[in-house]
């Protein structure tokens, strides 16, 4: 049964022994632990750009409702 691009479970299950035997379990954890938090890091900043541009949309749409209503006033008078 081929696993992840022809490469079979026994297979990935030598290449997790070899890794784990080159840098050790607790290596792995620091590096997991790293991954995590980048990745954590990256979605808070991502969602910090998002919300930014939002706000941006919603002050222009604020600023062009009041030239609208500044220009019906001074038409009106």
Do not use: Y
């Not at 991954?35 to 998002?50: E, N, P």
């Amino acid at each position: 049964m081929p696993g992840l691009g022809g490469i079979s479970m026994w297979q990935l299950l030598i290449i997790l022994v070899i890794v784990i035997l080159i840098f050790g379990t607790k290596r792995l954890k620091t590096l997991g632990g790293d991954l995590g938090g980048a990745l954590k890091s990256f979605r808070k900043a991502m969602d910090d750009k998002d919300a930014q541009e939002e706000k941006k949309i919603e002050s222009s749409n604020k600023d062009a409702t009041f030239e609208e209503h500044k220009e019906k006033e001074s038409s009106s008078k």
